[in-house]
C-alpha cells in the first residue's frame, strides 16, 4: 500500500537543494508523484511543493523528523504533511452563496476539505448549514460583547479541531489577538473593484461610477484589514447593462469562485507565504 505525502519549503536559494530533497525521499524509498517549484530571483528565495508516496509504513510526524537534519544544513522552513482533508470551520453572517457553493462543493468531493461546522453572529443561514448536516453555532456579537464573543470562537475552532478557518462573508473584523491566533491559517473573501468602493452598497458605488470590471479577492487575514497576503482573485468584465442588483450577482459569483479554490489550493498545500505575499502551485 502506498501512503502519500507533500512536502512543502522554502529557503534561500543555493546549489544542492532539490539534489538533497530527491536524495532523501530515494533513501526514504518514497516515489514523487508531483514536483513544483519557484526561485524568486527577486528576493532570493526558494519555494517548493513535492508531492510523494512511500510504500513503507510511515507517517508525517516521522518524516518532519528524519528530514530535519536536510532542512537545518538549508536554513529550511518546511512541513510535511499527509492525505487527511483540512477540517474547515466557516464564519458567516447574513449573505449565504459562498456557504452554499463550499457546501456543494464539499459534498461534490472538488473541495479538497471537509466542512465541520458553521459559525455566525446571525440566525439567517442556520437552516442552510443544519440541510447540509453541519453543526450550527449562533454567536452574538456587539460592541459590548465582541470580546467574549472572538473568545467563544477560538473555543470552537479548538472543540471542532479545525485546521482552517474560512470568513465566507462574514461581516466583523476581527482581533489583532484573533488574527495572531489564527494566523496563516484564516481565508477571508471580499469584493474589490477598479477603484475600489468601500462601505456600504459597494455594488451600488460600482454602478454609479460605470465599472467594467467585477473582482473579487480572496486572502490570508491579518490585522491589516483586507490587506493580508492574497491566495487568488477572480474578475468578471461586464458593461453599462448591469444594473446595481445584476453587478451584485455577478460578484456573488466571483467572491465564491475565487473563495473556493482558495480553500482547496490552502487544503492541498499549494499555497506559500512570502513576506506580504504568496507563492501558489497550481
Known amino acids: 500500500m ?36 519557484f526561485d524568486d530571483a527577486v528576493r532570493g528565495q526558494l519555494f517548493l511543493r513535492t508531492a510523494f508516496v512511500c510504500s513503507q509504513d510511515t507517517d508525517a510526524a516521522r518524516l518532519t523528523a528524519d528530514f530535519r537534519a536536510v532542512a537545518d544544513e538549508f536554513g529550511m522552513s518546511y512541513q510535511v504533511s499527509g492525505d487527511q482533508p483540512q477540517r474547515v470551520l466557516v464564519l458567516v453572517s447574513r449573505l449565504g452563496h459562498c456557504l452554499n457553493d463550499l457546501i456543494f462543493r464539499w459534498r461534490a468531493g472538488s473541495l479538497g476539505a471537509e466542512l465541520v ?40 475552532v479548538d472543540e471542532h479541531r479545525a485546521d482552517l478557518v474560512v470568513l465566507a462573508r462574514y461581516m466583523q473584523v476581527l482581533s489583532d489577538e484573533a488574527c495572531a491566533a489564527l494566523h496563516g491559517r484564516a481565508i477571508n473573501i471580499h469584493h474589490s473593484f477598479l477603484p475600489g468602493f468601500k462601505g456600504a452598497k459597494p ?65 492541498e498545500q499549494r499555497v506559500l ?3 506580504h505575499s504568496t507563492v501558489v502551485f497550481r
Request: hydrophobic fraction near 40%; charge should be negative.
Open 2 to 37: 502506498s501512503h502519500p505525502f507533500t512536502l512543502t519549503l522554502s529557503c534561500q536559494e543555493r546549489p544542492g537543494i532539490v539534489h538533497a530533497v530527491s536524495t532523501f525521499l530515494f533513501e526514504q524509498g518514497c516515489d514523487i508523484v508531483e514536483h513544483q517549484q
Open 203 to 267: 455594488y451600488h458605488q460600482a454602478f454609479d461610477r460605470g465599472v467594467k470590471l467585477v473582482g473579487a479577492t480572496a486572502h490570508y487575514v491579518t490585522p491589516d484589514l483586507d490587506e493580508g497576503p492574497i491566495i487568488e482573485q477572480e474578475v468578471i468584465r461586464i458593461d453599462h447593462t448591469y444594473d446595481p442588483r445584476a453587478l451584485a450577482t455577478v460578484g456573488q459569483d466571483a467572491e465564491a469562485l475565487a473563495l473556493s479554490r482558495a480553500v482547496r489550493w490552502h487544503s
Open 273 to 275: 507565504l512570502n513576506g
Open 117 to 156: 461546522a458553521v459559525v455566525s453572529n446571525h440566525e439567517d443561514l442556520r437552516p442552510m448549514a443544519e440541510a447540509a448536516g453541519l453543526p450550527f453555532h449562533h454567536v452574538p456579537v456587539t460592541p459590548g460583547t465582541k470580546r467574549e464573543a472572538e473568545v467563544r470562537l477560538l473555543e470552537l
